[in-house]
């Protein structure tokens, strides 16, 4: 997003930043990112670009409250700011900038935040690209929080990660904390993929370090609508980073078939 003009929007006694690239065709529901829990607007870089531009589509991305360079969030997050944002946040931001039909491409946090709006609001959804989604609460999942803790607080890692944080240890901390906080522990949205109707891509890095398989196997046997699932080798838990050329060209040509269906 390094060419993009940021912009701002008020909502709800907070600002977040956020970026609309202009659509190229008309009439097909607009593309929303959906950052993972440490992401944020800038740390996309130029991969929601490259979608915009091989599928025309109208695209939103911004950073959740707590953030970039959102407005910070002073109070310890609880088990349920995913459902939060998905229900309240989310259809006010999509209000706001009058969106009606949307297709959402979420990672990590974000595509769990993607299934929960889905779930609760099916007409304001087309379809839904998932990048290492969360279902539910796995081991892999709590050890690996854990140890990038450590990195965080004994390498160059926070000092990298203030360039795309107002506040990096809120941001950090935030999200930390309540994923190893034992109330966490069963943390589950495999109810709301079971009512989640519309075509899905998920993918899944083999050697993603903070999920497994089981999580898009999870969602293929609960969803509703098709699933098509794609194993990464090579590749870790940010798919559109680790394997940027195969990504992209599965995810925009993914995306212009299901835009085509939706004219």
Known sequence: METTQIERLALDGAELEFVRIPAR????????FLHEG????????????????????????????GNGFSTTIEAPRGPSYMHDEALAVLPRLLDRLEIRET???????????????AAEHASRVRALVLEAPHLFVEPISVASIAAIRTQYETTSLRERMSRYHADVDKTF?????????PAFADWNVEEFASRVRVPVLALQGVDDEYGTPAQIDALAA??????????????????????????????????????????
Do not use: K, M, Q
């Open 25 to 32: 065709r008309r009439g097909i529901p607009s593309l929303v």
């Open 38 to 65: 440490l992401g944020s607007v800038g740390l996309w870089r130029d991969f929601p670009d490259s979608i915009a531009a091989r599928t025309g589509a109208e695209t939103i991305v911004y950073s959740r409250r």
């Open 103 to 117: 297709l959402l491409f979420g990672h990590s946090d974000g595509a769990s935040i993607a299934v929960i709006f």
């Open 173 to 181: 901390y935030g999200w930390n904390d309540i994923w190893l906080a």
């Open 222 to 263: 609960r969803a509703s609508g098709p699933v098509d699932r794609i194993l990464l080798a090579n590749c870790g838990h940010a798919p559109h980073r680790d394997r940027r050329a195969y990504v992209e060209a599965a995810a925009a040509n993914w995306i212009g078939e299901r835009l085509e269906a939706s004219r």
